[in-house]
């Protein structure tokens, strides 16, 4: 069993759809991320949690550490948002604290 | 906006060639990991410093290494290139071990022809 999972591994969504991706991990951890690569491209940081939730403009994460879950929501989805994310998180037990990354969710948003 | 940068962002190089991949990361990041992604592949942890000596590695050869700065830039080396070490290449930094999370530059694309 992978230590991040993510769900769904690919989407395709409507303009203008809510979206949902989720994140669930098996290890203790500091703090999760949420990255977004379009193809060909580098990581860009969307949100670094600890607890709660966030919001960015258009997008909104939040994340349970009693069940070891996050989700990354996307309102009025656009075309422009087509890219993989990915879940990552950083390991607080290890003796050197690496990040360990999801799979990644494919999002193609269709005009 | 990041606080951790990578140069360059894209870099060409002939097998058996040396390259010098470099990250400048926020003030006071005294923890640096490195990470390849090779083409429809997730990131696989290279290594991580802190303070200036590395204190974890994966499963990389000895021709990939490191230094880190008391500035807290840091840089990744890799000798003799072979034609699988073309991938994106990304460093990521925090202010110490256990606290936080990390800062993702956006990575240094490698091909190597």
């Known amino acids: 069993k992978n230590e991040v999972e993510q769900s769904p591994q690919n989407l395709t969504a409507q303009e203008g759809e809510f979206i949902t991706i989720n994140c669930s991990y098996s290890?203790?951890?500091?703090?999760l991320h949420w990255l977004q690569q379009h193809p060909g491209g580098g990581i860009v940081s969307l949100f670094m949690?600890?607890?709660g939730k966030k919001k960015h403009g258009r997008l909104i994460a939040t994340i349970n550490i009693q069940e070891k879950h996050s989700s990354l929501h996307i309102t009025a989805s656009h075309p422009r948002d087509s890219a993989v994310y990915i879940c990552?998180?950083?390991?607080?037990?290890?003796?050197?604290?690496?990040?360990?990354f999801g799979p990644g969710t494919s999002l193609s948003v269709i005009p | 906006e990041t606080g951790v940068t990578q140069s360059p962002t894209h870099l060409i190089k002939t097998r058996g060639q040396q390259v010098t991949l470099r990250c400048s990361s926020q003030?006071?990041?005294?923890?640096v990991s490195w990470y390849q992604q090779a083409l429809g592949q997730g990131p696989q942890f290279i290594f991580q410093?802190?303070?200036?000596?590395?204190?974890g590695r994966g499963n990389f050869p000895p021709r990939f290494s490191g230094l880190q700065f008391p500035n807290y830039s840091s840089e990744l080396n890799v000798n003799a290139l072979e034609l699988d070490d073309s991938a994106l290449y990304l460093c990521?930094?925090?202010?110490?071990?256990?606290?936080?999370?990390?800062?993702f530059g956006s990575g240094t694309r490698l091909t190597v022809v």
């Open positions: 990521a930094s925090r202010y110490q071990q256990g606290a936080y999370g990390y800062t």
């Open positions: 290890v203790g951890i500091s703090a």
């Open positions: 949690l600890s607890s």
């Open positions: 990552a998180v950083s390991e607080s037990k290890t003796s050197y604290d690496k990040v360990i």
């Open positions: 003030s006071g990041h005294n923890t």
């Open positions: 410093y802190y303070r200036e000596e590395e204190n």
